[in-house]
């Protein structure tokens, strides 16, 4: 725990700073992230016995990843240019005597959208209007929900909400995280909003949580569905007491583009 804790605050020190900066700041550290996990999405498939392509898959999520952010008209022709890529690598692969060069070219196509596409929501969400205000009620909102669903549940979870894919999680934990994810970004609203951030009352900062506690839980079952069928407990070890990026990442990626799309359709 004090491992956790102590690789959280080191986190935080870098990430605070970089989110109230914006920019290129932002760009940095969000592109750092994604690439790494990227990375360690195509490490899990390689230990199941899949060949993602390191360069092609890493690659293009961070030309994805600089479109978005840069030259967002261009971004679908980024997205486009990726796979197409991915697509030229796995053929000379195969080429090469690999027989399952069309299966890693799903794999890497998958790695490059869900992490590339999905992954830049987490720019778009910092680039709204009062952007920085958002961010710091989207996802603190969903880092309270896993905490609280986390410590809830080793101490009153009885009922496995998901038995196969993560067995540890329970439903006492999951609605445990809802309420406080919940109340979290409902005073977050009221509180930001005094200090300068969007006018918004504490029964739609409510609402944007309650939506975001209740369904980012799936990013996490999603990666521990990747690790399940791989038999990786981690998707690396990088961050000491939390595994990798994308272990850390894997809610906060659902976050992100729920997030973005809620404000974008209802709060603004």
């Known amino acids: 725990m004090l491992k956790r804790i102590l690789a959280a605050a080191g986190l935080a020190i870098i990430g605070i700073p970089a989110v109230l900066l914006g920019g290129v700041f932002y760009f940095a550290i969000i592109a750092a992230l994604l690439g ?8 899990i498939f390689h230990t199941a016995g899949y060949c993602a392509a390191s360069l092609p898959l890493v690659g293009g999520v961070l030309l994805i990843l600089a479109a978005r952010t840069f030259l967002p ?8 240019l990726s796979v197409l890529a991915a697509m030229t690598w796995h053929l000379l692969d195969y080429e090469k005597g690999r027989d399952k060069a069309a299966t890693d070219f799903a794999v890497t196509t998958t790695g490059i959208v869900y992490l590339g596409w999905i992954g830049s929501y987490l720019i778009d969400l910092r680039s709204l209007e009062n952007g920085v205000w958002w961010f710091f009620i989207v996802l603190p909102s969903v880092w309270l929900a896993d905490s609280f669903a986390y410590f809830i549940g080793v ?7 998901s038995p196969r894919l993560s067995p540890k999680k329970s439903w006492e934990g999951y609605w445990g995280g809802v309420i406080f994810g919940t109340l979290g970004a409902a005073a977050l609203a009221v509180l930001l909003g005094r ?13 944007l949580g309650a939506a975001l506690s209740i369904l980012t839980t799936l990013g996490d079952l999603g990666e521990s569905m990747l690790k399940r069928q ?8 990088i961050i000491p007491g939390h595994g990798g990026v994308f272990d850390r990442l894997d809610s906060w990626l659902w976050g992100g583009a729920i997030g973005y799309f809620l404000i974008v359709w209802f709060l603004l």
């Open 36 to 43: 790494i996990a990227a990375w360690e999405f195509g490490r």
């Open 73 to 80: 008209d261009l971004a679908p022709a980024a997205l486009t």
């Open 155 to 161: 101490r009153f979870g009885r009922h496995r909400l």
């Open 195 to 207: 200090l300068g951030g969007p006018a918004l009352t504490w029964w739609k900062g409510a609402a």
């Open 230 to 237: 791989a038999g990786v407990k981690d998707s690396s070890n």
